[in-house]
């Protein structure tokens, strides 16, 4: 491991391979002004960075700046992306924040935030403190406020436990839904919801949402409409991992959502493994904050495995693909160095990634 601190050269000369894509690789690059180029730079003092190089990993979905009761204080806020960024994860899609983390864009040791705004969800619909709970009548307005705070994206939760029927059921009606999206959508804002059922997917599907998140309720139809449609998919396997613990504790009072939750549960893979075979855009996303630690991004691509995706394919959806997606450079000419240097080829064994040689951030070696 080299020292987290900048080096005092004039460039890094990354000896790879250097891994351009899942099927491209270029022998060498060389890091100058925080800059990747693949052209050798002349009369520059260099340092070798030996290994196999990779882009920066996205996490895709998680929440930089929440605990389990709502927003907490920058230093704890700081830590969470200085977890993320000792995994390897150079990029997050922060989905949902009651945390205001725009200082953080001003620092250049720390992660790029792609930021969705706060969550949105209906009154006592979701965890308490963490989203703005609002009835319907004042969907639109919320979306288009944080269609503004955010960084292009919205974050609603679509169906939570209702009470009253002791199961999980969609939190709006569909004519409100499709008005929230078209707000987003006049504003340049994609919207992504949170979805663990199967009842309201096909409203979500016609309204014209850009992402899911978890997805557990997808079925064959809703799979191919997904696929077809090119809506992505976060599964966030990592989070799915707690439906059992959360089927246990509900039981007592609504056994009918504690069965519900172990039956997605245990159809996860299988529909994972569906979206994969159908052409649907998957991404890698762990749902840290809150309740979940942040920095498990490696465990969820080992998740993605696990669900039947090949090892190439799982490392892009937390890598080359989930850049492009969120509109981000990876290893190209002139983009920011956000990369790792790894021992061996990720390609082919994940677990190099748990150890990277060196993590760089804006050109500078961070860890």
């Known amino acids: ?36 180029t693949f052209t050798r730079p002349a009369r520059a003092t260099t340092t070798a960075l ?18 389990p009761h709502g927003a907490v204080d920058d230093a704890t806020a700081e ?9 390897g994860a150079l990029l997050l899609r922060d989905a949902g924040s009651a945390s205001d983390t725009r200082w953080m ?3 250049e040791d720390l992660p790029r935030i792609v930021r969705a705004g706060r969550h949105i969800a209906r009154t006592r619909r979701y965890l308490r403190g963490l989203a703005h709970e609002i009835e319907p009548e004042d969907l639109v307005a919320h979306v288009e406020a944080e269609a503004r705070r955010g960084d292009g994206w919205v974050k609603l939760v679509g169906d939570w436990i209702d009470r009253r029927t002791g199961d999980l059921a969609p939190c709006w009606p569909a004519a409100v839904l499709a008005a929230g999206v ?10 992504t919801v949170h979805q663990f059922g199967e009842d309201g997917v096909e409203d979500l599907l016609t309204v014209g949402v850009d992402g899911i998140e978890h997805g557990t309720g997808l079925t064959a ?22 439906f059992e613990g959360i089927a246990d504790r509900g039981e007592p009072k609504f056994p009918r959502y504690a069965a519900h939750m172990r039956a997605l549960h245990a159809r996860r893979y299988e529909t994972v493994a569906a979206l994969h075979a159908a052409g649907a855009p998957v991404f890698a996303g762990t749902d840290a904050g809150s309740v979940l630690p942040h920095g498990r991004l490696v465990e969820e691509l080992h998740e ?12 892009d959806a937390g890598t080359w693909a989930a850049r492009r997606w969120l509109g981000h450079t990876g290893l190209e000419e002139g983009a920011s160095a956000d990369l790792l240097v790894l021992d061996d080829d990720p390609r082919r ?19």
């Not at 139809?221 to 707690?242: C, D, E, F, K, S």
């Open 1 to 36: 491991m080299l020292p987290a601190a900048p080096l005092p050269v004039d460039a890094l000369h990354l000896t790879g391979p250097v891994l351009l894509g899942p099927d491209e690789v270029a022998d060498q690059a060389w890091v100058v002004g925080g800059r990747l």
């Open 50 to 67: 030996p290994g196999w190089v990779l882009p920066g990993m996205v996490d895709a979905h998680c929440h930089v700046g929440i605990g």
């Open 79 to 87: 830590g969470h992306a200085l977890t993320e960024r000792a995994a």
């Open 105 to 107: 864009d001003a620092r």
């Open 182 to 191: 078209a707000a987003a959508h006049a504003q340049g804002a994609r919207v």
């Open 221 to 242: 139809t809703t799979v191919a409409a997904v696929a077809a449609r090119g809506v992505a998919v976060v599964p966030t396997l990592v989070n799915i991992a707690t």
């Open 304 to 315: 993605l495995v696990a669900a039947g995706l090949p090892v190439v394919a799982a490392l």
């Open 349 to 367: 064994d994940l677990a190099t990634l748990r150890t990277p040689r060196a993590v760089v951030l804006r050109g500078r070696v961070v860890g």
